[in-house]
């Protein structure tokens, strides 16, 4: 870890000046922390994309962590991204997350040239390079870059160093985008995107922690961790209620349990074949 934490550092000096797309994670919250610890909160600049497919809560969590972190608000702001308006992104494409991150790098590219920034960095750390990612093509094209995949820090060392921070959200379960729900080739439309953010917001009112609600058109397919808290009286009733009322068929709990990039699993299945 020292070596690694001695190579993050380099690159972070060497960077000079950068604008950080920050979500409220773990991941862009280090590189928030270390950009002004090595830079200098002069050169830093915090970015914060708000769109229809992000939970209105998280944008929430990200100004109160700037807050918490000592922010000026002349050095944190939040765009809007308009992925939705996109034919390319709603029609879900297995490389749906490149037109994202087209709209996105586009945004913060610009907003750099604004401020003088010399660099767009982002949080994509090492093990984000083993999943599929479409996204990766739009930030090579817009040279993003992302020290803490270049140091080689794994999600582990990222939450290990966050801890040893001091930073409070170095154990924040991940929250991808709500379109990360809906299977690909099905389209997406704000009323999924609704009714998917109604059925999570709930179960995360009952206790459930690591929770994916995939959005099969009439069905909702629930990943969860907890199953004893599901078989808690009247938890299995009160979410097939709600989650009729949401807009649902049909509810079903996935007996895998929670899995992050579940939807992918085709894909990888296809590949092998």
């Known amino acids: 870890m020292l070596d690694k934490e001695k190579k993050l550092i380099n690159i972070i000096r060497q960077l000079g000046s950068v604008v950080i797309g920050f979500s409220g994670g773990v991941d862009s919250t280090l590189m928030v922390h270390l950009c002004i610890k090595h830079l200098g909160l002069n050169d830093v600049w915090v970015v914060t994309a708000n769109s229809k497919s992000t939970m ?10 700037m807050t918490k972190m000592g922010i000026p ?3 944190f702001t939040i765009i809007n991204t308009n992925e ?6 709603t029609s879900n494409p297995e490389n749906r997350c490149y037109f994202c991150r087209q709209e996105l790098f586009g945004k913060l590219k610009k907003y750099a040239r604004e401020v003088g920034a010399k660099n767009i960095v982002d949080g994509s750390n090492a093990s984000d390079l083993t999943d599929y990612r479409p996204g990766m093509k739009a930030k090579n094209e817009f040279e993003v870059r992302s020290p803490l995949a270049e140091a080689g820090f794994t999600k582990r060392d990222v939450r290990n160093l966050a801890k040893r921070s001091g930073l409070t959200n170095w154990d924040k379960p991940a929250t991808p985008c709500l379109s990360s729900r809906i299977p690909y080739h099905s389209k ?3 009323k999924k995107l609704e009714q998917i953010a109604t059925a999570e917001r709930l179960l995360k009112d009952l206790g459930f922690k690591q929770v994916r609600v995939r ?4 069905i909702a397919r629930l990943e969860i961790e907890d199953f004893e808290l599901l078989l808690k009286n009247g938890i ?3 979410i097939n209620e ?6 649902f068929t049909y509810v079903a709990v996935d007996l895998g349990g929670f899995r992050s990039g579940s939807l992918n699993d085709a894909i990888k299945e296809k590949r092998k074949r």
């Open 56 to 65: 209105p809560e998280e944008i929430k969590f990200c100004k109160k962590m």
């Open 73 to 75: 608000k002349d050095h």
């Open 84 to 89: 939705l308006d996109d034919q390319n992104y």
């Open 188 to 190: 997406i439309t704000l």
């Open 215 to 218: 959005h099969h058109d009439h």
């Open 236 to 238: 299995k009733e009160k």
């Open 242 to 247: 709600k989650l009729k009322k949401a807009g």
